[in-house]
């Protein structure tokens, strides 16, 4: 028997609803699927560290000395390429950024939810600071400023990509009589570097070291190539310094990039800094023509050496010198003979 007109009007409703339940179950499904899947830290390479790219992207680490951090409540710090934070608690330095690094360095690998132990003198050791009791006091409290923290990242299409405090502290603890705590795998953090993480070299971060500006920049410059006007510079770095200081800042910071390797950089005349070109290196000819008479045994890096140790003399005369003299002919390493000659020869040289 064919179906009532009454149950041919009811069966799209019942359909309807039949749909709605499937899909009820699948949204519970997926969402019990997500709860189930645990998350683990990248890896990076030893002489690295890593921080998050949204870290990086918002600017969350002032270039400001910890003295001069003060406390923001509902802050937006920053927004960068439809990035936003917003920030509660002690405003965050390049210390806590050295300290987080640090932290996530012994995170490596690891799932959500492990254990890591924290042990002062040996922290501090592997982020270049001293150990004193002082240090160790001073070291306690920025973890506490790290952890008392409430951070709330939101991506270009409003969806919250972080929320919550950087790292969890889980309990303290005494090792061989040393206070010790520790850390737990913060599992929206590890979620977070799904997202893309940037790493620094971690040497020349130690280099910059008390150098907040520049290690701002190190960090910055390691998310960002595009070239940036200086103004905002001054705006994401939060200094507290006029724009006019803080470009005479910027500028020296710069300096200090380039002379521990991070790269080169330049304020061009419409106050952007730009990345630059590295400086070519001279190259010297496979053979250098050699007057008669003068010891060809010396090479064209031995030259190369001399010039950059005694740029105002002349190798050709100090060549002629060392050929005329009766030790060279028995040299077992004539560019190192060679060069031990030079020494005296430039002192004696008028």
Not at 97 to 114: K, N, T, Y
Not at 208 to 218: R, S, T, Y
Request: aromatic share 8%; proline share 6%.
């Amino acid at each position: 028997m064919p179906p009532s007109l009454e149950t041919r009007k009811a069966l799209p409703a019942e359909l309807m609803n039949v749909v709605k339940r499937l899909q009820a179950r699948a949204d519970s499904a997926a969402l019990e699927a997500q709860h189930a899947k645990v998350y683990q830290l990248a890896f990076w390479p030893d002489h690295q560290r890593a921080m998050p790219m949204d870290f990086l992207a918002c600017a969350l680490f002032a270039a400001v000395h910890p003295k001069d951090a003060r406390n923001l409540r509902g802050a937006e710090l920053a927004c960068i390429d439809g990035y936003r934070v917003t920030f509660t608690g002690k405003m965050l330095t390049q210390v806590h950024a050295d300290i987080v690094m640090g932290a996530l360095q012994l995170m490596r690998g690891l799932p959500e939810g492990s254990p890591v132990l924290v042990r002062p003198r040996s922290f501090l050791r592997s982020i270049g600071r001293h150990t004193g009791k002082t240090d160790r006091d001073s070291f306690r409290q920025l973890i506490d400023d790290i952890i008392a923290t409430a951070v709330r990242i939101t991506a270009p299409n409003d969806q919250v990509s972080y929320s919550g405090s950087i790292l969890t502290r889980s309990k303290d603890a005494s090792v061989g009589g040393d206070q010790a705590f520790l850390l737990e795998v913060n599992r929206d953090l590890a979620r977070v570097f799904l997202n893309g993480f940037g790493t620094v070299d971690w040497n020349q971060r130690k280099a910059l070291l008390k150098k907040p500006l520049a290690q701002w920049l190190q960090l910055y410059t390691s998310r960002f190539a595009q070239p940036v006007q200086v103004a905002e510079l001054h705006r994401l770095a939060r200094s507290a310094a006029p724009l006019r200081s803080f470009r005479r800042q910027l500028k020296l910071a710069l300096l200090e990039l380039e002379r521990v390797g991070v790269g080169r950089f330049a304020i061009d005349e419409h106050d952007v800094m730009r990345a630059q070109e590295p400086a070519p290196v001279p190259q010297l000819p496979a053979t250098t023509p050699e007057p008669r008479g003068i010891d060809a045994r010396i090479t064209a890096a031995a030259q190369s050496s001399f010039q950059q140790r005694y740029p105002d003399r002349s190798f050709e005369a100090c060549l002629a010198d060392w050929s005329a003299w009766s030790g060279s002919k028995r040299a077992r390493n004539p560019d190192a003979a060679f060069l031990g000659f030079a020494k005296k020869w430039s002192q004696g040289a008028s």
